[in-house]
Nanobody, 124 residues
Framework: QVQLVESGGGLVQAGGSLRLSCAAS????????MAWFRQAPGKEREFVAT???????YYADSVKGRFTISRESAKKTVYLQMNSLKHEDTAVYYC??????????????????WGQGTQVTVSS
């Protein structure tokens, strides 16, 4: 069982940066693949980035080169560093966890554990 709590969202101007954090509970955090999804008003929740238990990363094309996902096992925390933010990055950002051997997974339904979300608003 894994519980996830996101933090770090807020209001930022276009071109600025934010770092989101996702703190996990549970003894087997290092065994889980972790991911970030986002959901803008009136849109489906979409994949942003994922990191495997071994540290490999995979990104959506829309954020590649601007966002960086990382994990710190000692703190049971996953991060999403977001640079060069655009207005279209405005969304609620969710942390998710998946336990299994196949990676990367970019489909929402494949993740069994979710945080409550944190709002990111980018002003243009």
């Amino acid at each position: 069982q894994v519980q996830l709590v996101e933090s770090g969202g807020g209001l930022v101007q276009a071109g600025g940066s934010l770092r989101l954090s996702c703190a996990a509970s549970g003894r087997t955090f290092s065994s889980y693949a972790m991911a970030w999804f986002r959901q803008a008003p009136g849109k489906e929740r979409e994949f942003v980035a994922t990191i495997s238990s071994g540290g490999s990363t995979y990104y959506a094309d829309s954020v590649k080169g601007r966002f960086t996902i990382s994990r710190e096992s000692a703190k049971k925390t996953v991060y999403l560093q977001m640079n060069s933010l655009k207005h279209e990055d405005t969304a609620v950002y969710y942390c998710a966890a998946h336990y299994g051997s196949s990676w990367p997974r970019i489909v929402r339904a494949e993740y069994g554990y979710w945080g409550q979300g944190t709002q990111v608003t980018v002003s243009s």
